[in-house]
């Protein structure tokens, strides 16, 4: 009587615990998962700001100096460097943007400061990005840290001819 | 005795039948807003992409349409640029004046397809002149719905097209 | 005291561990859905603004472009003849710049508001013959910022005097 009153107590005992562990299981599966699709989810939002921000950021700037011959590209130590000069109080500045180091960065100064692409203040995390100029259309290729790919074409409409003020 | 202990296993078999009800709700109303969360991910990447694209498109048309079939040559840059396929001259809402319409197929990942049957995105330019004024409106959207992604209109001044010239 | 005993013994599992672990279990969860959904809702209004922002450029930029048309129809209009004098034309140029003509270094400028801060500003130079069939030379399209800067001045910067 008392081994079966033993049995009884342990199968009980076995039965109860099962099913406390499935629970556990179960949970800690669930966990899991929604780490996981919050991670997604997150990779996939920090990949949109990032291609999104840096194409407005860059878009902005070149609207904002589209003065004639003003924007322009050129290459430097195999960086692409987009320039756009302005005319401040009679003196003329540059302000170049670039990739380098993990980010676009850009610097503002005169031409004739002596600073260069090392001197730059990063201004977003990205992979790459190249220019190119082709009459009035000026392409920029991003890469962002993910390896995504963007593509985004600006027309200058400024005519060409400098500008005198 | 036993009545207690068959009373303690009643109470937490009862406590788990309980507990399993509520993680089941709360489970299916996380696991709702989860599914909401990567829908509108999804939804926000592809309207970045149609903006960004979408933009590009209207760049390339403002800066080629000109001399006096613009439609022609912002059609030839579109090809040449993005890789736009001429869907050729099409009725527009004005009686008598022929439009233009350039398309643009994309899959899934926005990668550029050449089948419209492929297509996920299409990205159409739709361009009509009226006198020395070029309008094209550039749209981006699902092949599958109506309703656009993006969209811009854009016009162009172009006072030799005012004179005369046939899109071919 | 063998009555606590036997309680204390029962089960191995206490009743109520079932109900922490799954009260953890759900917190970490709605943590999770709450951040995932605060962060895309973020994220589309970004989206939501940046398509405004570009809607509103070329809003202006359309604009812009109309009035180039005015301006050329007008200098077009007097240079073979069939508008009046010279004043007559000034007079055409400012009504439809709204007083952005410069007769004297031959320039038109005008702005076009895109949203509360930033206006499109358009500078042509005008030109005695046609290039393409237009009058003008387009020295400047630029988006440039008319609001209120909010300089912050609460950190002293050196202003380049030795005291």
């Known amino acids: ?165 | 005795m036993n009545t207690s202990r068959a009373s303690k296993s009643q109470i937490f078999l009862l406590e788990f039948v309980f507990v399993v009800l509520f993680f089941a709700i709360c489970t299916t109303v996380c696991v709702m807003a989860f599914v909401k969360s990567d829908r509108l991910s999804n939804e926000n990447a592809a309207k970045n992409e149609a903006i960004v694209r979408v933009e590009s498109a209207a760049e390339v048309v403002k800066a080629c349409a000109e001399g006096a079939d613009p439609m022609k040559s912002a059609g030839l840059a579109l090809e040449k640029e993005l890789g736009a396929v001429d869907e050729g001259l099409v009725e527009a809402g004005k009686p008598g004046s022929p439009a233009a319409l350039y398309s643009l197929f994309y899959n899934e990942d926005f990668a550029q397809v050449s089948d419209a049957s492929d297509a996920a995105y299409t990205l159409q330019v739709f361009m009509q002149t009226a006198g020395d004024m070029l309008s094209a409106e550039v749209s981006m959207g699902e092949s599958t719905k109506e309703k656009p992604l993006f969209a811009l209109d854009v016009k162009k001044y172009v006072p030799l097209a005012g004179s005369g010239g046939e899109h071919e | 005291m063998n009555k606590f005993k036997d309680k204390k013994e029962e089960g191995g599992i206490q009743i109520g561990t079932s109900s922490l672990v799954v009260i953890f279990v759900i917190l970490a969860l709605t943590v999770f859905a709450v951040l995932s959904l605060t962060g895309v809702l973020a994220d589309d209004r970004l989206s939501d603004r940046a398509a405004e922002w570009t809607t509103a450029y070329y809003e202006a930029d359309s604009k812009a472009e109309d009035m180039l048309k005015d301006i050329n129809q007008a200098i077009d209009a007097q240079k073979s003849g069939v508008a009046g004098s010279t004043e007559d034309i000034d007079s055409k140029l400012n009504d439809i710049t709204g007083g952005g003509y410069d007769s004297q270094k031959g320039r038109i400028s005008f702005r076009l508001p895109i949203n509360e801060k930033v206006v499109l500003g358009v500078e042509l130079e005008l030109l005695d013959t046609p290039k393409d069939g237009k009058y003008y030379r387009i020295l400047k399209w630029q988006e440039v910022f008319v609001g209120e800067y909010e300089i912050d001045d609460d950190m002293p910067v050196w202003d380049g005097t030795f005291e």
């Not at chain 1, 005319?87 to 003329?92: A, C, F, I, P, S």
């Not at chain 1, 993990?102 to 190249?130: K, N, P, Q, R």
Request: charged content about 25%; some cysteine; hydrophobic content about 35%.
């Open chain 1, 1 to 165: 009587m008392k081994t079966d009153t033993n049995r009884g107590k342990y199968i009980g005992l076995m039965f109860a615990l099962l099913l406390f562990l499935t629970l556990a299981v179960c949970a800690l599966f669930t966990v899991l998962i929604g780490a996981q699709i919050y991670e997604n989810i997150n990779d996939r939002m920090e990949g949109n700001y990032q291609g999104q921000t840096a194409l407005t950021y860059i878009s902005n700037k070149v609207r904002q100096a589209d003065t004639a011959d003003a924007v322009f590209v050129k290459s430097q130590d195999g960086t692409d460097i987009l320039c756009m000069k302005e005319n401040l109080d009679g003196q003329e500045y540059i302000t170049m943007v670039y990739y380098r180091d993990g980010y676009i960065s850009e610097l503002f100064t005169d031409e004739y400061s002596g600073l260069g692409i090392g001197d730059g203040m990063e201004v977003i995390e990205a992979g790459g990005l190249d220019f190119s100029k082709e009459d009035d259309l000026l392409k920029i290729h991003l890469t962002t840290t993910e390896g995504k790919e963007e593509d985004l074409i600006l027309s200058l409409r400024s005519e060409g001819g400098a500008y005198e003020y």
